[in-house]
């Protein structure tokens, strides 16, 4: 697609449900990431996938979240048993192949999470 | 390790004032500097970056930095502000010799008054 598309935009769950997001990536692009957004607060990395590598994990604040990406493109955050903490606007970022890397990350518009 | 302070999570400005939005860094190795601006209900965009070549870039929408080694600074300003550029503003830094993690300031909120 012409640019990174997240759904859904808006998620309003319960505490305790799980919720899933999704990322589908800009046709081509390697690289893919999550961001979580908070309140007042700047954009806290959680995860990292590039090509076929083994993605950082380092980001993910609980064994709570989980993140995968399906045959190198569309990726899911998965958030088990939420909590009203995990509020937040999920970010997806992806950005080209490193031989064509400029350093730039293009994000979509976001999954903003609302827990009960 | 790396880290991003944005002094300010507040500016406002009159339009056609200077915009000065303010970017320090701490970075083990030689930085990559990047802002990205996001205009409400939509998602982070490109600025402008540094990435080791002219000290002084310019970016889209007049806006250009100047990277300062001695402060360990990446300021943004613009010459005249205009009500368009109301818009969140994000510092952000990654390693000149590895790409995949960036770190993002908290982020400076620009109110631009009539």
């Known amino acids: 697609g012409a640019g990174v598309s997240q759904s859904p935009s808006n998620k309003v769950t319960e505490k305790g449900k799980d919720v899933e997001l999704r990322c589908d990536p800009i046709?081509?692009?390697?690289?893919l990431y999550w961001y979580r957004q908070s309140l007042g607060q700047g954009l806290e990395f959680l995860i990292y996938?590039?090509?076929?590598?083994?993605?950082?994990k380092s980001g993910l604040p609980s064994d709570r979240f989980s993140a995968e990406r399906t045959g190198g493109s569309v990726s899911t955050l998965t958030i088990q048993r939420t909590q009203q903490e995990d509020s937040a606007v999920y970010l997806c970022?992806?950005?080209?192949?490193?031989?064509?890397?400029?350093?730039?990350?293009?994000f979509g518009e976001g999954s903003r999470l609302t827990v009960l | 390790a790396q880290s991003v302070t944005q002094l300010g999570s507040h500016v406002s400005v009159s339009e056609g004032a200077l915009v000065l939005l303010r970017c320090n860094y701490s970075?083990?190795?030689?930085?990559?500097l990047f802002w990205y601006v996001q205009y409400p209900n939509q998602g982070l965009q490109l600025l402008l970056k540094?990435?080791?070549?002219?000290?002084l870039v310019k970016g889209i929408n007049g806006f250009e930095a100047e990277f300062k080694k001695s402060e360990t600074s990446f300021h943004l300003t613009k010459p005249s502000a205009h009500m368009s550029d109301a818009a969140e503003y994000f510092c952000?830094?990654?390693?000149?010799?590895?790409?995949?993690?960036?770190?993002f300031g908290s982020g400076t909120k620009l109110n631009v008054k009539p």
């Open positions: 540094y990435t080791s070549a002219a000290t």
């Open positions: 970075s083990s190795v030689p930085p990559y």
């Open positions: 046709s081509g692009h390697t690289a």
């Open positions: 996938f590039q090509g076929n590598s083994a993605p950082d």
């Open positions: 952000a830094v990654s390693r000149s010799n590895n790409f995949n993690k960036f770190y």
């Open positions: 970022a992806s950005s080209r192949p490193t031989g064509e890397y400029t350093g730039e990350l293009f």
